[in-house]
């Protein structure tokens, strides 16, 4: 049964970069034929799709956040990583990882990042 | 993108009550979709998977059909745990999408 568990800073500046981190236990990251992803919830809103990693290492983005999403893995450390550059308030939300085949099995319990300075 | 369209965006029901939801793709996706349920301050759940196979180890009373652009979700006997907001999610195309959700309310 995989476990993931995000950690990063719950408060970050606008104009610059929001940083979180997923890790993964009860398997590997690199052995799996799974999508592992970010999604993300504003508060009191649904859920956006913001981009997943392929375990052969190719990556899918969110148009919408295309030129400020970036996704890696690190499968030494059985992580894998969320970059956002450039945040607005609009980029308050509650931040989950997730990893299935298309749908989402297995989820983080989620972190809130707030934009503000 | 594909949009995903559920409604209602809310109901209110009862303990034992049958309840549907329902969710539209604005284009044919086959059987990619999935429904989660999330309880407040949770992430969500997966409950259903292809349209209409179970994820392991969720309650029978839960059921999904559907194939193409239109689908639903059915609670078949309403229980006091199932108060929650149910959204269904596209895996088709990317970028994968989400309904807006549907909010189960205790009547």
């Known amino acids: 049964q995989l476990q993931l568990h995000e950690s990063g800073p719950g408060l970050v500046k606008p104009s610059e970069t929001l940083s979180l981190t997923c890790t993964v236990s009860g398997g590997s990251i690199s052995s799996s034929s799974y999508y592992w992803g970010w999604i993300r919830q504003p508060p009191g809103k649904g859920l956006e799709w913001i981009g997943s990693i392929y375990y052969n290492g190719s990556t899918y983005y969110n148009p919408s956040l295309k030129s400020r999403v970036t996704i890696s893995v690190d499968t030494s450390k059985n992580q894998f990583s969320l970059k956002l550059s450039s945040v607005t308030a609009a980029d308050t939300a509650v931040y989950y990882c997730?990893?299935?085949?298309?749908?989402?099995?297995?989820w983080g319990q989620g972190t809130l990042v707030t934009v503000s300075s | 993108a594909i949009r995903m369209t559920q409604s209602p965006s809310s109901l209110s029901a009862s303990t034992g009550d049958r309840v549907t939801i329902t969710c539209r793709a604005s284009q044919g996706i086959s059987i990619y979709l999935a429904w989660y349920q999330q309880k407040p301050g949770k992430a969500p759940k997966l409950l259903i998977y292809?349209?209409?196979t179970l994820q392991s180890g969720v309650p029978s009373r839960f059921s999904g059909s559907g194939s193409g652009t239109d689908f639903t979700l059915t609670i078949s006997c309403l229980q006091s745990e199932d108060f929650a907001t149910y959204y269904c999610q596209q895996y088709y195309s990317y970028p994968w999408t989400f309904g807006q959700g549907t909010k189960v309310e205790i009547k």
């Open positions: 997730a990893v299935g085949t298309g749908d989402l099995d297995y």
């Open positions: 292809a349209a209409s």
